[in-house]
Structures are given as C-alpha cells and as structure tokens.
C-alpha cells in the first residue's frame, strides 16, 4: 500500500500576520495566521507548517499565543519553526499545541541541539528545515543559508542534511532559497539530491506557481509539497492541488 502524497500549506508569520515575499525579502501582508490556518484545514491541508520567518532574525521566542490559537482551529498536524534554541523551546511550543518542531539556524549553529531534541521527544517530532542556496563553492553545489535565508554558511546542504539524520532529525523540510517566491516552479534537481541522501522523508518547498509544478516534485523524490503564496493569494485551493497530483496517479487523501 503506498503512502499517500502530503500537501502542507505553510504560514509565514511576522508581527503577527502572514507574510509572503520573494526570496525571503520584500514581505508583504497575507492575513490573519489563525483564519488562513482554518481555511487551509476545511480545503483539505494534511499538515499545517507555521513559520516565524523574523523570530531568529530579531533574536527572540515564537509567538506562542499565536501557535496555541492557531492549533485550537486544527485537527490536523502543526510544525511550527522559528527561534527555536533549545529542547525547552520545543517542550513549550508542544504544550501550546504544536506536533512538530522545526529547526534550522539554532542547529546549524549547535548541531547537538538535534540529538537533544531527539533524544527528549523522539525524531517524529523534528523537521530539520533546510533553507538551500546554490553555491559553486559546495562539493555538492548547495550550501545552506541561516537567519530566513539571509546569512551564507560554507556548509555542504546534502552533507548537513546526512548528519542532521544521523543525530536524529525525523523530517527535512527543504526549501530552495533561489527558488523561494519565484512562483516558477521547485528546483527538482536539489529535490532529487537531498533525496538521494534521506532515509526520512523530504518536504518540498519553494518556487510553486502553478498546479503543473507540483507532481515533478513528487516525482524528484518528495514526499509531501509544501506551499505559500498561491495559497495565500487564492490563486488555487489545497484541493486543486490534490486533484492535480491525483490525475498523475499520485495517491492523496480526499
């Protein structure tokens, strides 16, 4: 029996508000997180993933009365990312209604911080959020980027993502940071390569602008999409989604 494909919406938040931009920049006003997250949810959405795209940036914690509202509307899955620094982040954000936590600049900067979130809540709870760049000067011709994709490191992405597995990361949520906003469709290449690597499953994200784009994501090696914009703008529901990669044989739930 195979698994069933997964279409997460995701909700970029900044002072309260779903934002969208195009590579990470230019933010601009989406709505209200707690409305989008119900109506994500009654078209259909298998997970929801909130982001809080300034929390590292401005060096401080998610808004956690945010995270607790918007899981209150959901019978669904919750990831929710942003200026998680230790396992007592994630402690609390699970109390306030989150099923999964993702991580990125924190363990980019403390790898333990992977073995400790692990170790304390299990891998099903990690999403190692990936925030991918193109970068001639990788081995593998990807590096990954830090604070919303704003700061440049000299890390190899698929060699990261290898040992984020192997401290327990139960999920990577792979965003192509050159992709991201663009509305041209995902970077399947960078897809295909974290997936060659991966014995968790791959979240693709970054670059959906039309429903063409998402079944050659799924046939790069994701196993769930993950969008914003289109989402947020209307520009087609969860379902479209879904009755797309249905009608190239992909299973989803209805």
Avoid at 88 to 103: C, P, S, W
Wanted: some cysteine; aromatic content about 6%; proline content about 3%.
């Amino acid at each position: 029996m195979s698994v069933a494909v997964r279409v997460i919406p995701c909700l970029d938040v900044a002072d309260g508000r779903v934002v969208k931009g195009v590579n990470f920049e230019n933010l601009r006003d989406s709505g209200d997180p707690v409305e989008r997250a119900a109506l994500y949810y009654q078209q259909g959405a298998d997970e929801i993933t909130f982001l809080d795209v300034t929390a590292t940036v401005e060096d401080r914690s998610t808004m956690y009365d945010i995270v607790e509202r918007t899981a209150e509307t959901l019978f669904i899955p919750l990831t929710v990312g942003g200026g998680v620094r230790s396992d007592e982040d994630v402690a609390r954000l699970l109390g306030h209604g989150a099923d999964k936590v993702g991580v990125n600049s924190a363990a980019i900067a403390r790898p333990d911080l992977i073995d400790d979130i692990s170790a304390r809540f299990g891998s099903q709870v990690l999403v190692l959020s990936l925030d991918v760049a193109r970068s001639e000067s990788s081995p593998s011709g990807w590096i990954v980027t830090t604070h919303g994709g704003r700061t440049h490191t000299d890390i190899d992405a698929l060699a990261w993502s290898t040992e984020a597995i192997d401290r327990g990361a139960g999920e990577l949520l792979v965003n192509s940071i050159d992709a991201d906003g663009t509305k041209d469709g995902f970077d399947c290449e960078l897809i295909a390569a974290v997936r060659s690597v991966s014995r968790v499953p791959v979240i693709a994200s970054g670059g959906a602008g039309e429903l063409s784009h998402f079944a050659p994501a799924i046939g790069a090696g994701a196993d769930a999409v993950l969008a914003a914009s289109v989402f947020h703008s209307d520009q087609f529901t969860v379902g479209d989604v879904k009755g797309a990669l249905a009608s190239e044989g992909y299973e989803v739930r209805r």
